[in-house]
């Protein structure tokens, strides 16, 4: 039996074998070379993105909120550090402030609005059916982020164990 490939007008048959490889190396080669010469700058491309995006999360990182507003305005990520900032004891924030390359002038504002609230009373809130007496409402606010990130959810379907 007689196999016959017709190649850009030529023939190969089971004598031409040699040259049918050598055209179908040169034919990959050539697939090869394009493939390569599209990838490329895309890759050198993605790594430029990569380090922006990196760069743009270390700036992000170095944000502290200057007030109370400023804090609801910030991503979440950002207000948890900050939470953590404000609840940690002092050889923690100094930790901290070093970490994220923040400055105690930067810091300054937040952590006396946080440090006057704990001594502002209580606020009384009247609803329709009882008093609600909220003592340290913005300590308590960061109080809960912090608990709240650091316990992670659990599936409530799962029963413990007795």
Known sequence: MLILIFLKGRVYGPLKDVKFQHYCAD???TLRYAYLSTVTP???QQKNLEEMEAELER???QM????????KTKSNDIKIRAAR????????QEKMLTEYQ???????PLQDVFAKDVSS?????ITRFDFFFLQDQFRSEMQGMVIAAGTPA????????L
């Open 27 to 29: 034919e990959r080669e």
């Open 42 to 44: 895309l890759r050198k």
């Open 59 to 61: 700036k992000r990182a």
């Open 64 to 71: 502290f909120p200057n007030s109370k507003e400023d804090f």
């Open 85 to 92: 900032f404000l609840c940690a004891d002092h050889a923690k």
């Open 102 to 108: 923040w400055a105690w002038r930067q810091v300054k």
């Open 121 to 125: 009373g209580y606020e009384i809130r």
């Open 154 to 161: 659990r599936d409530p379907r799962r029963r413990t164990s």
